[in-house]
């Protein structure tokens, strides 16, 4: 695993960008902002850390390398400013993991390289 992709601030928070032009929000960053097509009105801005379900599905066959983690759940999440992220949901009884339910941003493990014994950190959401 690639010291510089360990090291991407993005890994960590919730960071995206806003276009001045349009108020446009986007996460994960983008160079140039799709609504208006403007690439120097660009801002970088740190995505709100609550949000809702909006769709969720449960994974039971997970692919190579998440197969310990199975089964889990997966949501689109609409952020409190209103861009959606798909992410995993963690710590949460399935019963809680509903269309609506407020989530909270949460930092956990993401994966562990075997060979290398790298261990990956990054967001995951809560049902609060």
Do not use: H
Not at 7 to 36: D, F
Not at 40 to 49: D, G, N
Request: hydrophobic residues 40%; charged residues 25%; proline residues 6%.
């Amino acid at each position: 695993m690639p010291l510089i992709w360990r090291r991407s601030k993005e890994r960590y928070r919730l960071l995206g960008n806003r276009c001045q032009s349009c108020n446009q929000a986007y996460y994960p960053s983008r160079k140039i902002c799709s609504k208006c097509r403007r690439a120097s009105k660009l801002v970088p801005e740190e995505m709100p850390k609550k949000g809702k379900v909006i769709s969720f599905t449960q994974v039971f066959s997970a692919p190579e390398g998440f197969e310990n983690e199975a089964p889990y759940f997966l949501a689109l999440i609409e952020l409190d400013n209103g861009v959606i992220i798909l992410s995993q949901i963690v710590d949460s009884p399935s019963e809680r993991i509903v269309i609506g339910a407020p989530v909270k941003m949460v930092f956990r493990r993401v994966f562990e390289d075997g060979s290398q014994g790298a261990i990956a950190y990054g967001f995951k959401f809560k049902v609060e």
